[in-house]
Protein backbone atom coordinates (compact mmCIF):
# COMPACT_ATOMS: atom_id res chain seq x y z
CA UNK A 1 0.00 0.00 0.00
CA UNK A 2 3.27 1.94 0.32
CA UNK A 3 3.66 2.03 -3.36
CA UNK A 4 0.78 2.91 -4.59
CA UNK A 5 0.64 5.94 -2.16
CA UNK A 6 3.55 7.24 -3.59
CA UNK A 7 2.97 7.07 -7.10
CA UNK A 8 -0.24 9.19 -6.17
CA UNK A 9 1.62 11.95 -4.91
CA UNK A 10 4.29 11.53 -7.34
CA UNK A 11 1.44 11.93 -10.19
CA UNK A 12 0.01 14.92 -7.95
CA UNK A 13 3.11 17.00 -7.51
CA UNK A 14 2.97 16.17 -11.30
CA UNK A 15 0.37 17.90 -11.91
CA UNK A 16 0.42 20.32 -9.64
CA UNK A 17 4.35 21.44 -10.99
CA UNK A 18 2.15 21.67 -14.70
CA UNK A 19 -0.18 24.26 -13.41
CA UNK A 20 1.80 26.52 -11.45
CA UNK A 21 4.49 26.23 -14.73
CA UNK A 22 1.17 27.23 -17.15
CA UNK A 23 -0.07 30.06 -14.54
CA UNK A 24 2.70 32.59 -15.72
CA UNK A 25 2.00 31.79 -19.05
CA UNK A 26 -1.32 32.64 -19.07
CA UNK A 27 -0.69 35.98 -16.87
CA UNK A 28 1.92 36.77 -19.42
CA UNK A 29 -0.16 36.88 -22.32
CA UNK A 30 1.10 38.54 -25.38
CA UNK A 31 -0.33 41.89 -26.38
CA UNK A 32 -1.92 42.11 -29.57
CA UNK A 33 -1.35 44.95 -30.05
CA UNK A 34 2.37 44.71 -29.63
CA UNK A 35 2.53 41.31 -31.16
CA UNK A 36 2.45 40.81 -35.39
CA UNK A 37 3.03 37.39 -37.22
CA UNK A 38 5.15 37.74 -40.78
CA UNK A 39 5.92 35.00 -43.23
CA UNK A 40 9.79 34.27 -43.34
CA UNK A 41 12.09 32.54 -45.92
CA UNK A 42 13.95 30.65 -43.46
CA UNK A 43 14.81 31.01 -39.35
CA UNK A 44 18.58 32.53 -40.49
CA UNK A 45 19.82 35.44 -39.10
CA UNK A 46 19.41 37.77 -42.22
CA UNK A 47 15.78 36.55 -42.74
CA UNK A 48 14.97 37.02 -38.86
CA UNK A 49 16.29 40.51 -39.13
CA UNK A 50 13.77 41.46 -41.66
CA UNK A 51 11.31 39.65 -40.42
CA UNK A 52 11.73 41.33 -37.19
CA UNK A 53 11.70 44.86 -39.10
CA UNK A 54 8.13 43.87 -40.86
CA UNK A 55 6.98 42.86 -38.12
CA UNK A 56 7.74 46.57 -36.58
CA UNK A 57 6.39 48.23 -39.13
CA UNK A 58 3.32 46.70 -38.02
CA UNK A 59 3.20 47.16 -34.93
CA UNK A 60 3.95 50.66 -35.26
CA UNK A 61 0.89 51.23 -38.08
CA UNK A 62 -1.46 50.23 -35.20
CA UNK A 63 0.52 52.43 -32.75
CA UNK A 64 -0.23 55.11 -34.75
CA UNK A 65 -3.06 54.50 -36.58
CA UNK A 66 -0.78 55.41 -39.81
CA UNK A 67 -0.82 52.95 -42.31
CA UNK A 68 2.04 55.43 -44.03
CA UNK A 69 4.50 54.39 -41.58
CA UNK A 70 6.66 53.07 -44.06
CA UNK A 71 7.76 56.97 -45.84
CA UNK A 72 8.67 58.43 -42.30
CA UNK A 73 11.84 59.85 -42.47
CA UNK A 74 14.63 58.87 -40.17
CA UNK A 75 12.96 55.45 -39.42
CA UNK A 76 15.31 53.52 -41.64
CA UNK A 77 18.09 53.48 -39.24
CA UNK A 78 15.16 52.94 -36.29
CA UNK A 79 14.23 49.53 -38.27
CA UNK A 80 18.48 48.03 -38.27
CA UNK A 81 17.65 48.03 -34.50
CA UNK A 82 14.22 46.73 -33.99
CA UNK A 83 16.03 43.38 -32.22
CA UNK A 84 16.49 45.86 -29.46
CA UNK A 85 12.84 46.25 -29.38
CA UNK A 86 11.72 42.64 -29.10
CA UNK A 87 10.38 41.19 -25.92
CA UNK A 88 9.98 37.82 -27.01
CA UNK A 89 9.69 35.99 -30.80
CA UNK A 90 8.99 32.05 -31.97
CA UNK A 91 8.52 30.33 -35.12
CA UNK A 92 5.71 28.18 -36.45
CA UNK A 93 4.36 26.42 -39.19
CA UNK A 94 1.69 27.30 -41.28
CA UNK A 95 0.07 25.17 -44.02
CA UNK A 96 -1.66 26.44 -47.00
CA UNK A 97 -2.51 25.98 -50.91
CA UNK A 98 -0.10 27.31 -53.57
CA UNK A 99 -1.55 28.60 -57.17
CA UNK A 100 -2.00 25.06 -58.39
CA UNK A 101 -4.10 24.23 -54.82
CA UNK A 102 -1.28 21.82 -53.93
CA UNK A 103 -0.85 21.80 -49.96
CA UNK A 104 2.57 23.67 -49.09
CA UNK A 105 3.96 24.84 -45.84
CA UNK A 106 5.64 27.81 -44.60
CA UNK A 107 7.08 29.33 -41.49
CA UNK A 108 5.75 32.16 -39.86
CA UNK A 109 7.34 34.51 -37.30
CA UNK A 110 5.70 35.80 -34.06
CA UNK A 111 6.95 38.63 -32.64
CA UNK A 112 6.18 40.43 -29.22
CA UNK A 113 7.36 44.21 -28.74
CA UNK A 114 8.26 46.14 -25.45
CA UNK A 115 5.47 48.27 -25.53
CA UNK A 116 7.04 51.32 -23.87
CA UNK A 117 10.07 50.94 -26.35
CA UNK A 118 7.92 51.34 -28.99
CA UNK A 119 5.97 54.04 -27.87
CA UNK A 120 9.29 55.79 -27.77
CA UNK A 121 10.73 55.13 -31.02
CA UNK A 122 7.22 56.62 -32.02
CA UNK A 123 7.91 59.77 -30.60
CA UNK A 124 11.19 60.03 -31.85
CA UNK A 125 10.18 59.54 -35.18
CA UNK A 126 7.29 62.03 -35.21
CA UNK A 127 4.49 59.51 -35.29
CA UNK A 128 1.23 59.83 -34.26
CA UNK A 129 -0.38 57.97 -30.70
CA UNK A 130 -3.33 56.54 -30.83
CA UNK A 131 -4.03 56.31 -27.14
CA UNK A 132 -5.20 52.92 -25.34
CA UNK A 133 -7.80 51.60 -23.97
CA UNK A 134 -9.57 52.21 -27.71
CA UNK A 135 -13.08 51.48 -28.24
CA UNK A 136 -14.61 48.46 -29.57
CA UNK A 137 -16.97 49.23 -31.95
CA UNK A 138 -20.55 46.86 -31.69
CA UNK A 139 -21.19 45.57 -35.22
CA UNK A 140 -24.33 45.36 -36.75
CA UNK A 141 -23.68 43.64 -40.15
CA UNK A 142 -26.73 42.54 -42.01
CA UNK A 143 -25.96 39.99 -45.33
CA UNK A 144 -28.66 39.76 -48.24
CA UNK A 145 -26.98 37.69 -50.63
CA UNK A 146 -30.05 37.32 -52.62
CA UNK A 147 -31.18 33.54 -51.70
CA UNK A 148 -32.99 33.75 -48.71
CA UNK A 149 -33.61 36.37 -46.94
CA UNK A 150 -31.63 39.73 -45.37
CA UNK A 151 -30.18 38.12 -41.59
CA UNK A 152 -28.48 39.95 -39.24
CA UNK A 153 -24.57 38.35 -37.99
CA UNK A 154 -24.41 37.34 -34.60
CA UNK A 155 -21.41 35.74 -32.17
CA UNK A 156 -22.44 32.70 -32.93
CA UNK A 157 -22.02 33.05 -37.22
CA UNK A 158 -18.52 35.09 -36.40
CA UNK A 159 -16.68 32.61 -38.93
CA UNK A 160 -18.99 34.43 -41.45
CA UNK A 161 -17.20 37.61 -40.15
CA UNK A 162 -13.98 36.83 -40.03
CA UNK A 163 -12.57 39.21 -42.58
CA UNK A 164 -14.23 42.00 -40.87
CA UNK A 165 -12.57 40.97 -37.43
CA UNK A 166 -9.75 40.00 -38.27
CA UNK A 167 -9.14 43.45 -39.89
CA UNK A 168 -10.17 45.39 -36.85
CA UNK A 169 -7.48 43.00 -35.16
CA UNK A 170 -4.94 44.00 -37.33
CA UNK A 171 -5.86 48.04 -37.38
CA UNK A 172 -5.61 48.21 -33.73
CA UNK A 173 -9.28 47.49 -32.28
CA UNK A 174 -11.36 44.66 -31.50
CA UNK A 175 -14.69 44.54 -33.30
CA UNK A 176 -17.75 42.57 -31.64
CA UNK A 177 -20.26 41.07 -32.62
CA UNK A 178 -24.33 41.18 -31.14
CA UNK A 179 -25.20 38.09 -29.29
CA UNK A 180 -28.15 37.83 -32.17
CA UNK A 181 -31.15 36.94 -29.90
CA UNK A 182 -34.53 36.81 -30.94
CA UNK A 183 -34.76 40.41 -30.03
CA UNK A 184 -31.63 41.73 -32.06
CA UNK A 185 -33.13 39.45 -35.06
CA UNK A 186 -36.27 41.86 -35.22
CA UNK A 187 -33.56 44.41 -36.01
CA UNK A 188 -32.36 43.84 -39.13
CA UNK A 189 -35.81 46.02 -40.24
CA UNK A 190 -34.88 48.83 -38.55
CA UNK A 191 -31.09 48.86 -39.84
CA UNK A 192 -32.18 48.44 -43.64
CA UNK A 193 -34.10 51.42 -42.44
CA UNK A 194 -31.55 53.28 -41.28
CA UNK A 195 -33.67 53.66 -38.16
CA UNK A 196 -30.65 54.82 -35.69
CA UNK A 197 -32.22 55.68 -32.33
CA UNK A 198 -33.40 51.44 -32.37
CA UNK A 199 -29.73 50.92 -32.91
CA UNK A 200 -28.55 52.99 -30.17
CA UNK A 201 -31.27 51.40 -27.89
CA UNK A 202 -30.27 47.77 -28.82
CA UNK A 203 -27.18 48.82 -28.09
CA UNK A 204 -27.22 49.72 -24.60
CA UNK A 205 -27.33 45.99 -23.86
CA UNK A 206 -23.27 45.98 -24.26
CA UNK A 207 -20.19 48.55 -23.29
CA UNK A 208 -19.15 50.73 -24.67
CA UNK A 209 -21.19 53.49 -27.15
CA UNK A 210 -19.83 52.71 -30.02
CA UNK A 211 -21.81 50.98 -33.40
CA UNK A 212 -20.49 49.98 -36.71
CA UNK A 213 -23.64 49.37 -38.51
CA UNK A 214 -23.50 47.84 -42.26
CA UNK A 215 -25.65 46.58 -44.45
CA UNK A 216 -23.80 43.96 -47.46
CA UNK A 217 -25.86 42.57 -50.45
CA UNK A 218 -25.15 41.33 -53.59
CA UNK A 219 -24.70 43.78 -56.64
CA UNK A 220 -24.48 42.45 -60.28
CA UNK A 221 -21.40 39.51 -59.95
CA UNK A 222 -19.86 40.88 -57.09
CA UNK A 223 -20.99 42.69 -53.59
CA UNK A 224 -21.58 46.17 -52.22
CA UNK A 225 -21.58 47.50 -48.67
CA UNK A 226 -23.05 50.49 -46.91
CA UNK A 227 -21.31 51.57 -44.12
CA UNK A 228 -22.12 53.87 -41.27
CA UNK A 229 -20.14 54.44 -37.78
CA UNK A 230 -21.59 55.97 -34.92
CA UNK A 231 -19.89 56.95 -31.63
CA UNK A 232 -21.13 58.28 -28.64
CA UNK A 233 -24.48 59.24 -30.85
CA UNK A 234 -22.42 61.19 -33.19
CA UNK A 235 -22.28 59.99 -36.65
CA UNK A 236 -18.66 59.92 -37.38
CA UNK A 237 -18.39 58.75 -40.97
CA UNK A 238 -20.57 56.94 -43.89
CA UNK A 239 -18.72 55.11 -46.72
CA UNK A 240 -19.30 52.20 -49.49
CA UNK A 241 -17.34 48.63 -50.35
CA UNK A 242 -17.24 47.33 -53.46
CA UNK A 243 -15.60 44.66 -55.33
CA UNK A 244 -15.61 40.83 -56.74
CA UNK A 245 -14.45 39.49 -53.07
CA UNK A 246 -16.85 39.35 -50.26
CA UNK A 247 -14.27 38.88 -47.70
CA UNK A 248 -12.50 41.96 -48.76
CA UNK A 249 -15.54 43.98 -49.16
CA UNK A 250 -16.41 42.94 -45.48
CA UNK A 251 -12.69 43.68 -43.99
CA UNK A 252 -13.01 47.64 -45.27
CA UNK A 253 -15.49 48.07 -42.81
CA UNK A 254 -12.65 47.55 -40.10
CA UNK A 255 -10.78 49.83 -42.06
CA UNK A 256 -12.61 52.29 -42.23
CA UNK A 257 -13.80 52.09 -38.19
CA UNK A 258 -10.35 52.33 -37.67
CA UNK A 259 -10.06 55.52 -40.08
CA UNK A 260 -12.78 57.50 -38.28
CA UNK A 261 -11.83 56.51 -34.55
CA UNK A 262 -7.96 57.65 -35.54
CA UNK A 263 -9.29 60.95 -36.76
CA UNK A 264 -11.29 61.73 -33.46
CA UNK A 265 -9.19 60.25 -31.00
CA UNK A 266 -5.06 60.19 -32.49
CA UNK A 267 -2.42 62.54 -30.35
CA UNK A 268 -0.40 64.80 -33.49
CA UNK A 269 3.18 63.87 -32.98
CA UNK A 270 5.85 65.91 -33.15
CA UNK A 271 8.54 66.79 -35.74
CA UNK A 272 11.47 64.06 -35.47
CA UNK A 273 14.79 65.37 -34.50
CA UNK A 274 17.44 64.70 -37.03
CA UNK A 275 19.87 62.25 -35.83
CA UNK A 276 22.86 63.43 -34.82
CA UNK A 277 25.95 63.74 -37.30
CA UNK A 278 29.24 62.17 -37.77
CA UNK A 279 32.37 63.10 -37.33
CA UNK A 280 32.40 63.35 -41.54
CA UNK A 281 29.78 64.98 -41.74
CA UNK A 282 30.60 67.65 -39.28
CA UNK A 283 34.16 68.18 -41.44
CA UNK A 284 32.27 68.21 -44.41
CA UNK A 285 29.97 70.85 -42.96
CA UNK A 286 33.01 73.27 -41.66
CA UNK A 287 34.81 72.65 -45.10
CA UNK A 288 31.46 73.80 -46.76
CA UNK A 289 31.29 76.93 -44.30
CA UNK A 290 35.08 77.75 -45.34
CA UNK A 291 34.41 77.33 -48.98
CA UNK A 292 30.97 79.60 -48.55
CA UNK A 293 32.88 82.69 -46.97
CA UNK A 294 35.50 82.67 -49.23
CA UNK A 295 32.72 82.80 -52.46
CA UNK A 296 31.15 85.40 -50.06
CA UNK A 297 33.83 87.46 -49.93
CA UNK A 298 34.98 87.34 -53.65
CA UNK A 299 31.03 88.30 -54.42
CA UNK A 300 31.60 91.58 -52.38
CA UNK A 301 34.74 92.53 -53.85
CA UNK A 302 35.05 91.32 -57.28
CA UNK A 303 32.39 93.38 -60.11
CA UNK A 304 29.05 91.40 -61.10
CA UNK A 305 28.74 89.47 -64.15
CA UNK A 306 26.51 91.48 -66.19
CA UNK A 307 22.68 90.00 -66.12
CA UNK A 308 23.61 87.39 -63.60
CA UNK A 309 22.58 87.19 -59.88
CA UNK A 310 22.94 85.17 -56.85
CA UNK A 311 20.00 84.30 -55.15
CA UNK A 312 19.91 82.39 -51.54
CA UNK A 313 16.21 80.87 -51.02
CA UNK A 314 15.07 78.71 -47.93
CA UNK A 315 12.40 76.09 -48.88
CA UNK A 316 10.29 74.38 -46.20
CA UNK A 317 8.54 71.17 -46.40
CA UNK A 318 11.82 69.25 -47.02
CA UNK A 319 11.79 66.12 -45.53
CA UNK A 320 13.43 63.27 -46.72
CA UNK A 321 15.61 62.30 -50.30
CA UNK A 322 13.01 62.40 -52.34
CA UNK A 323 11.45 65.84 -51.12
CA UNK A 324 15.10 67.08 -52.17
CA UNK A 325 15.12 65.71 -55.06
CA UNK A 326 11.72 66.96 -56.39
CA UNK A 327 13.05 70.49 -55.07
CA UNK A 328 16.27 70.20 -57.21
CA UNK A 329 14.42 69.15 -60.62
CA UNK A 330 11.92 72.20 -59.79
CA UNK A 331 14.89 74.35 -60.04
CA UNK A 332 16.99 73.22 -62.58
CA UNK A 333 13.87 73.02 -65.08
CA UNK A 334 13.57 76.97 -64.31
CA UNK A 335 14.71 79.00 -67.53
CA UNK A 336 18.04 81.49 -66.56
CA UNK A 337 19.34 79.09 -63.66
CA UNK A 338 22.79 78.49 -64.20
CA UNK A 339 23.75 76.41 -61.06
CA UNK A 340 21.98 75.02 -57.76
CA UNK A 341 24.39 75.10 -54.53
CA UNK A 342 23.08 73.23 -51.32
CA UNK A 343 23.92 75.79 -48.47
CA UNK A 344 22.62 74.33 -45.52
CA UNK A 345 19.81 71.72 -44.25
CA UNK A 346 17.79 71.41 -41.35
CA UNK A 347 14.74 69.69 -40.18
CA UNK A 348 12.24 72.29 -41.25
CA UNK A 349 13.90 72.66 -44.96
CA UNK A 350 16.66 73.48 -46.97
CA UNK A 351 18.89 76.46 -47.86
CA UNK A 352 20.26 77.02 -51.33
CA UNK A 353 22.29 79.56 -53.68
CA UNK A 354 20.30 79.80 -57.31
CA UNK A 355 22.89 81.40 -60.02
CA UNK A 356 20.06 82.86 -62.27
CA UNK A 357 20.41 84.54 -65.83
CA UNK A 358 18.10 87.86 -65.17
CA UNK A 359 16.56 89.49 -62.60
CA UNK A 360 15.89 88.02 -59.14
CA UNK A 361 12.11 89.20 -58.67
CA UNK A 362 12.01 87.19 -61.99
CA UNK A 363 13.74 84.11 -60.22
CA UNK A 364 11.18 84.44 -57.38
CA UNK A 365 8.31 84.53 -59.66
CA UNK A 366 8.95 81.42 -61.44
CA UNK A 367 9.70 80.15 -57.99
CA UNK A 368 6.35 80.39 -57.25
CA UNK A 369 4.58 79.02 -60.29
CA UNK A 370 6.49 75.73 -59.53
CA UNK A 371 4.06 75.28 -56.55
CA UNK A 372 7.44 75.93 -54.41
CA UNK A 373 7.47 76.79 -50.29
CA UNK A 374 10.16 79.39 -50.36
CA UNK A 375 10.36 80.93 -47.14
CA UNK A 376 13.56 83.29 -46.47
CA UNK A 377 14.77 85.64 -49.39
CA UNK A 378 18.37 87.19 -49.98
CA UNK A 379 19.73 88.86 -52.90
CA UNK A 380 23.74 88.19 -52.79
CA UNK A 381 24.23 89.63 -56.15
CA UNK A 382 22.47 91.92 -58.63
CA UNK A 383 22.80 91.69 -62.26
CA UNK A 384 25.34 94.47 -63.54
CA UNK A 385 23.37 97.19 -65.87
CA UNK A 386 24.93 95.96 -69.45
CA UNK A 387 25.98 98.85 -71.60
CA UNK A 388 25.00 97.75 -75.50
CA UNK A 389 28.15 98.18 -77.55
CA UNK A 390 29.23 100.83 -80.12
CA UNK A 391 30.26 100.17 -83.49
CA UNK A 392 32.78 102.33 -84.89
CA UNK A 393 30.72 103.68 -87.70
CA UNK A 394 27.45 104.35 -85.71
CA UNK A 395 26.74 107.68 -84.27
CA UNK A 396 24.46 109.04 -81.69
CA UNK A 397 20.72 109.63 -83.10
CA UNK A 398 20.45 113.25 -80.88
CA UNK A 399 24.05 114.92 -81.99
CA UNK A 400 25.37 116.21 -85.20
CA UNK A 401 28.49 115.32 -87.30
CA UNK A 402 31.52 117.46 -86.45
CA UNK A 403 32.78 119.22 -89.82
CA UNK A 404 36.62 118.71 -90.04
CA UNK A 405 38.22 122.29 -90.44
CA UNK A 406 41.25 122.10 -93.12
CA UNK A 407 42.81 125.02 -91.40
CA UNK A 408 42.99 123.08 -88.21
CA UNK A 409 44.64 119.15 -88.48
CA UNK A 410 43.86 116.64 -86.14
CA UNK A 411 45.23 116.06 -82.81
CA UNK A 412 48.22 113.81 -83.34
CA UNK A 413 48.56 114.21 -86.83
CA UNK A 414 50.93 116.19 -88.93
CA UNK A 415 49.92 119.46 -91.26
CA UNK A 416 50.56 119.83 -94.70
CA UNK A 417 53.97 121.80 -94.55
CA UNK A 418 54.78 117.97 -92.25
CA UNK A 419 55.90 120.66 -89.22
CA UNK A 420 54.96 120.38 -86.02
CA UNK A 421 51.31 120.04 -85.10
CA UNK A 422 49.46 123.11 -83.91
CA UNK A 423 48.43 122.98 -80.13
CA UNK A 424 44.76 122.25 -80.38
CA UNK A 425 42.51 120.62 -78.02
CA UNK A 426 42.79 117.03 -77.66
CA UNK A 427 39.14 114.91 -77.83
CA UNK A 428 38.78 111.58 -75.67
CA UNK A 429 38.62 108.86 -78.51
CA UNK A 430 35.88 107.48 -80.20
CA UNK A 431 33.88 104.60 -78.48
CA UNK A 432 34.92 101.74 -80.92
CA UNK A 433 33.33 98.89 -78.89
CA UNK A 434 37.00 97.91 -77.83
CA UNK A 435 38.19 97.82 -73.84
CA UNK A 436 40.77 100.33 -72.91
Known amino acids: MHIPNLRFRSLRGLLLGVVLSVLPLLAAAADPLYTAEVRVKSQSPGDTLNGTARALLQVLERVSGDPGVKSRPYLGPELKQARSLVKSSDFVQKEGLNAAGIPSFGTNMIVEFYPDRVRALAKRV ?35 AHALLDRGLYRGIRIVLPKGNAAEKVLTGAILRKDWRAVSAA ?11 GVMRRSGDGWKADWTFMDRGTKLREWSS ?3 DPFEVMADGGNGSADA ?20 QLAEMEAEKARLGA ?13 VSVVRESFTGIQNSADYSVLMGKLNAIDGVKSVMTVATTPAGVTVEITYQGDPSALRAAIALQGLQSGATRVMQQPAARVPPASSDSKPADTKPVESKSATPAAGTKGASGGTPAPTETKPPANTGQEF
Do not use: F, H, M
Open 126 to 160: GLQIWPEPRQQPLAWLVVDDGKKSPRLVSYRERSA
Open 203 to 213: SAAYVGDTQLI
Open 242 to 244: EGT
Open 261 to 280: LIRRYAIAGRPPEPPPLTEE
Open 295 to 307: EDQQTETAAAAPG
